[in-house]
Nanobody, 124 residues
Framework: QEKLVESGGGLVQPGGSLKLSCVAS????????MGWFRRPPGKASELVAA????????YYTDAVKGRFTITRDNDLNTLYLEMNDMKPEDPALYSC?????????????????WGQGTQVTVTS
């Protein structure tokens, strides 16, 4: 059974940094694209970043370009999201998702499996 377990969320000040991790199990992690979604309070989920199975291409939503970096370690079955220069609009539940093919998609339907999420809060 596919399982995605996120960690690394927490409280950070504006301008600070956090690194999220997602450990995958129960499927061949190295042949699927992966993504990070976030759901701010009272809003819909949005794709924050995605990465191909072999990490040869990645995607970032405009709001996080230059601040967030998505990476993966296929030997450790782990996905990461490094978040720098955190802003007041970044607080959300961040969820790790696995795709259905080696190349990432941009629609939520491209990611059928989701973790429980890890909460990120930005406050001074």
């Amino acid at each position: 059974q596919e399982k995605l377990v996120e960690s690394g969320g927490g409280l950070v000040q504006p301008g600070g940094s956090l690194k999220l991790s997602c450990v995958a199990s129960g499927f061949n992690f190295d042949i699927y694209a992966m993504g990070w979604f976030r759901r701010p309070p009272g809003k819909a989920s949005e794709l924050v970043a995605a990465i191909n199975s072999n990490a040869d291409n990645s995607y970032y939503t405009d709001a996080v370009k230059g601040r967030f970096t998505i990476t993966r370690d296929n030997d450790l079955n782990t996905l990461y999201l490094e978040m720098n220069d955190m802003k007041p609009e970044d607080p959300a539940l961040y969820s790790c998702t696995s795709g259905q093919s080696p190349r990432f998609g941009l629609a939520p339907r491209s990611y059928p499996n989701w973790g429980q999420g890890t909460q990120v809060t930005v406050t001074s």
